[in-house]
């Protein structure tokens, strides 16, 4: 029996359209809000206009889908007991529209029979172009090409004095488009991927070593970046990163051959540090200040982070299972008087995903979520045997580790990747199956 794909269809016209706005978000996500914005936008609609009744309920049924409608779901409901004022209460649902989006991109998959190469492309391009951009500013070429730096030691490009169109940073610290701790995550995210292009590469056959060597030249290209900026984040993520590609191999391969992937990881991990300019520096500033702010509660960097999950839970004790509704962190913390006023009056989020889940919509919010993140990652090694399949594992994994110490859904920029990688979760197992089936292209409308 063969797959048909119906390429006149109205239905699959307007999801094709879709998946390349998702690709085109996917592209401009990591260097423009308002390009990424607009995209994001598209996607919905032509994800909206094209919906089929199968494919949607197929999409719905997993477990995944399930866990992100019934999450968003929740955090609209926990409205009618929200602390926040109304502007916040709105903001804070809509900022959650990305589990919607989670069922459109997936949607939008199955009835086009996309494998997860597709959306990554995107990503990778998007990246390669941030690399490129950052790299140019750390090395001096940026000078010859946009002139002498601005007072503020970077690039403004567009826009107005107060809120340019694209910043791209000095060498001292050579962001492009957004800030070091969003950059770094994201490239780091596109060295996993390609990394799992070389090893898939590697493990096809021995005509397919120069791809292998090629993605992981790339691979090296999207992470010497994050040594160059002050992201404390993307050091962790790429320690995390390395840590995941020594034990993969350790567990898929036997013999010497196991040992090979670590020792590459150690020697390009060495040079990346020591020739970083800020990842000594900075990892020795955030010990000392976890250190001084729990010997003398300074309000250090990293102390007003600790500070916040503390808080965060303590607030969660008074609520634990219906929480104090969507947005409602900023206003249960500025209630809390043993917390310094300049906290309080600033209306911060707790920066961890966990956090703010638990104290906005209790610990229901919170099982929904951490459902959703081991379902993600179990159906990702579902898809283990696809060229993408190893890379979207790790991206899976350090993605929900980033949303413990960062706000990953909450945020705009992580949280617009989020909806792509939990729709790739969703779909790569039915997509591989799809595609080991021969497909007759019809052009002929049912």
Not at 27 to 54: M, N, Q, W, Y
Not at 271 to 285: A, D, G, Q
Not at 335 to 355: F, G, N, T
Request: proline share 5%.
């Amino acid at each position: 029996m063969t797959n048909t794909l119906d390429l006149t269809s109205l239905s699959i016209r307007l999801n094709h359209i879709a998946l390349w706005c998702w690709g085109l978000m996917l592209t401009t996500l990591p260097f423009s809000t308002a390009l990424a914005l607009l995209f994001s936008a598209f996607g919905a609609v032509f994800s909206v206009l094209g919906l089929r009744p199968g494919p949607l309920l197929a999409v719905v049924r997993s477990p995944i889908a399930l866990c992100a409608l019934l999450l968003f779901g929740w955090l609209a409901f926990s409205s009618i007991w929200a602390v926040a004022p109304r502007a916040e209460l709105i903001e804070g649902v809509w900022k959650y529209r990305k589990l919607i989006f989670v069922v459109l991109v997936a949607t939008s998959l199955v009835v086009c029979r996309k494998n997860p190469g597709f959306l990554i492309n995107f990503f990778l391009a998007g990246c390669a172009i941030v690399a490129f951009g950052s790299l140019s500013s750390r090395f001096g070429v940026m000078e010859y090409v946009l002139g002498p730096p601005a007072s503020t030691g970077g690039w403004p490009i567009g826009g107005t004095a107060q809120k340019s169109w694209l910043y791209i940073g000095g060498p001292d610290n050579p962001t492009f488009g957004r800030n070091h701790i969003t950059q770094g995550a994201f490239l780091v995210f596109a060295s996993m991927f390609a990394t799992g292009r070389s090893w898939s590469a590697f493990r096809v056959s021995t005509a397919q070593r120069y791809r292998g060597f090629l993605w992981a030249l790339i691979a090296i290209f999207y992470l010497l970046p994050v040594f160059s900026i002050q992201g404390r984040s993307g050091y962790l993520l790429a320690f995390l990163g390395a840590g995941f590609w020594v034990v993969f191999s350790a567990v898929s391969l036997r013999g010497w051959k196991r040992l090979v992937p670590g020792t590459l990881v150690v020697l390009v991990l060495g040079v990346m540090v020591s020739t970083s300019p800020h990842f000594l520096k900075r990892s020795n500033e955030a010990v000392e200040d976890v250190v001084r702010y729990s010997q003398t509660g300074e309000q250090t960097s990293q102390g007003i982070r600790i500070r916040f999950w503390r808080a965060g839970l303590e607030l969660a004790t008074e609520r634990p299972l219906l929480g104090y509704g969507a947005g409602g962190y900023a206003q249960a913390y500025s209630q809390l008087a043993d917390e310094p006023q300049w906290l309080r009056v600033a209306r911060s989020q707790p920066h961890s995903e966990y956090v703010i889940l638990l104290v906005q919509g209790g610990l229901v919010a919170l099982a929904l979520f951490v459902i959703l993140a081991v379902a993600s990652t179990r159906s990702t090694w579902g898809g283990l045997i696809s060229p993408d399949g190893p890379g979207l594992v790790g991206v899976a994994i350090l993605f929900f580790a980033y949303s413990s110490f960062n706000s990953a859904v909450w945020d705009l920029a992580e949280g617009h990747f989020f909806p792509c990688l939990v729709g790739l979760a969703i779909t790569t197992v039915r997509v591989t199956r799809s595609e080991a089936q021969p497909t007759t292209v019809s052009q002929n409308p049912r």
